[in-house]
């Protein structure tokens, strides 16, 4: 019987408490000792918002000069406010897009690979941001 | 005064389907049931054009065709996933979450809130939250009483003009707005009691709750004389004694206190698929998809967060307590870490069909006989258990059963080779 995991981002409240915040109340010791010192969590690292995380798949060459790889696993955090010179994933044309952003002088989409064209967003037509790639997940050993 | 608020996502399977795909946005949209049988979910658009709910998908064939409709089988992976999402940010709007069913959760407040925020912003804002986050639109009423918000929510549906939000503070507000809703709206009405009510003059809320609540429960239920008052702004329903929601069966609770142990959370995750068992006996369904979940406090506290779920069919449609617990239970395992302190669990039932009309589908090469409930009591005496000796010959031999899932999309947030791909 297939057993669909679900892999939604865990753990990411930040770094553990250090222990002398936690009252501790006398002759038992606390729970939360066995939380100071942990294995580190990649999720702690790569994600703040686990509701609003999002893995992407990178396709095709426009985005190599960010770093970003056919194949590469993108950390999309949709809680964010998307900002000038941020890497974004667009709609455009019904289609998401990973792109970086520039919201001057005019709002535009710009591939990170000179071969590219830059997506010029025309006046009037509300451009939608469906969240900020905040990581690139790359794997460098083929296997 | 204390409020409660409702919060329901708009067109839930199709907004999650269409959620990677901004290519279907605008296209009518329908989701069909277990095995394609029949249309479970629709998009407004699909809904305009005049596609019924729970109609077998072959009625419909020449109507989707014809208007180019997006089809898609349920993918309740998705769906569960997206749902925990929209729980967890609403958990990070408010400090208790009712979840109530996989897109519906009851928010009690208090009479004020914190920084002198109205009861109005707030719902905005969770509006605003939960869209960002998740990408899901959701609708917001609010009110005295879990009936009134669950009505609040209906118009903050229906009326554009509310933008989403409707909060029920003013009595006259309240009165328009009862008096606007036909009886089968109101919650626990139904279409069954709805036409008895008619008879007796009652077509609106409004007129509904100027009735004597005892009379009306001597005549009918206590559930009615229930409603009644709810309606006057007595609130006398909770997550107990509230009507259940159609399309799944849900049992969660908040623990007093939280948990630390396996044994303790194990035990409670198998009490509530019972507990949810039993409700969809009393309902008469059978389930076929079984989720749990669990997780540690909200995310403001200081406490470290964990938070998963996890979906897996059962072989074939149950409501049997060993079934539905055994399976809640293999999942609970896959989701225990050790470490943390747990705050809530929950058992979620779905993809239901009726124990009388198991919806086999015209296409349905499997098991196409009526149910039979003596036969069905046989089986279940044999298998009692859980060792499966007894099958029907069409279910094969070797039990690599698939149901039929012709139209599913990927599994875009709970597998690794199935994420949306971005060029």
Not at chain 1, 38 to 67: W, Y
Not at chain 2, 25 to 40: F, I
Not at chain 2, 136 to 160: D, E, F, H, N, W
Not at chain 2, 331 to 346: N, T
């Amino acid at each position: 019987m297939a057993v669909e995991l679900f892999l939604p981002p865990q753990n990411s409240k930040g770094p553990a408490l250090p222990l002398f915040l936690e009252p501790v109340p006398a002759g038992f010791p606390s729970p939360a000792q066995d939380y100071v010192e942990k294995t580190l969590d990649l999720n702690e690292l790569c994600i703040q918002h686990p509701a609003a995380t999002f893995f992407v798949r990178a396709q095709g060459e426009s985005m190599t000069e960010a770093g970003i790889y056919p194949d590469d696993v993108l950390v999309v955090d949709r809680s964010l406010t998307a900002r000038h010179g941020d890497i974004v994933i667009a709609v455009w044309h019904g289609e998401l897009t990973v792109k970086k952003l520039e919201t001057r002088p005019q709002p535009r989409l710009v591939a990170m690979n000179k071969t590219f064209p830059v997506i010029e967003v025309p006046e009037g037509v509300e451009l939608e941001i469906f969240g900020v790639v905040t990581t690139v997940v790359h794997r460098v050993r083929q296997p | 005064m204390s409020r409660i608020a409702l919060v329901d996502c708009n067109n839930f399977y199709a907004s999650c389907e269409r959620l990677f795909r901004p290519d279907l946005r605008g296209r009518p949209l329908v989701v069909l049931s277990n095995n394609d049988g029949c249309v479970v979910a629709r998009s407004p658009e699909a809904k305009a054009l005049g596609v019924g709910m729970a109609v077998p998908a072959w009625q419909v064939r020449e109507l989707l065709r014809r208007h180019d409709m997006a089809v898609f089988s349920s993918n309740y992976s998705l769906y569960a996933d997206i749902s925990e999402r929209v729980m967890i940010t609403l958990e990070s709007l408010a400090p208790r979450v009712e979840i109530y069913s996989i897109d519906e959760a009851f928010l009690p407040l208090p009479e004020f809130l914190p920084g002198g925020e109205s009861h109005e912003q707030l719902a905005r804002r969770i509006c605003e939250r939960v869209k960002q986050w998740t990408g899901i639109q959701v609708s917001v009423g609010m009110a005295g009483t879990r009936t009134l918000a669950k009505l609040a929510t209906v118009a903050a549906k229906r009326y554009v003009a509310t933008q989403g939000v409707v909060v029920l503070e003013d009595p006259s507000r309240t009165q328009r707005l009862l008096q606007l809703m036909p009886v089968e709206e109101v919650w626990g009405v139904g279409r069954r009691l709805a036409p008895q009510l008619q008879r007796l003059g009652i077509k609106t809320a409004w007129e509904l709750s100027r009735r004597s609540p005892r009379a009306m429960g001597r005549r009918f239920s206590v559930n009615l004389e229930r409603t009644i008052r709810e309606l006057n702004g007595e609130a006398c329903l909770d997550m107990e004694t509230a009507p259940s929601p159609r399309q799944q069966v849900l049992c969660s609770r908040s623990f007093s206190h939280r948990v630390t142990d396996y044994a303790a959370l194990r035990e409670a995750v198998c009490h509530y698929a019972v507990r949810a068992a039993e409700k969809l006996r009393e309902q008469q369904q059978l389930a076929r998809r079984v989720t749990v979940f669990i997780r540690t406090g909200a995310y403001q506290s200081d406490e470290r967060h964990y938070a998963n779920s996890a979906t897996a069919p059962i072989e074939r449609p149950s409501s049997d307590s060993r079934a539905l617990s055994h399976q809640a239970a293999r999942l609970f395992d896959s989701l225990w870490r050790d470490g943390f302190r747990y705050a809530k669990a929950g058992v979620v039932l779905t993809d239901l069909s009726s124990v009388h009309c198991c919806q086999h589908g015209l296409f349905d090469a499997l098991s196409s006989q009526p149910h039979q409930p003596g036969l069905m009591r046989a089986l279940d005496d044999l298998n009692r258990g859980g060792r499966h000796q007894v099958w029907f010959g069409s279910e094969g031999i070797v039990r690599d059963w698939r149901m039929r899932r012709e139209h599913l999309s990927p599994a875009y947030t709970t597998r690794w080779d199935e994420i949306p791909r971005v060029g």
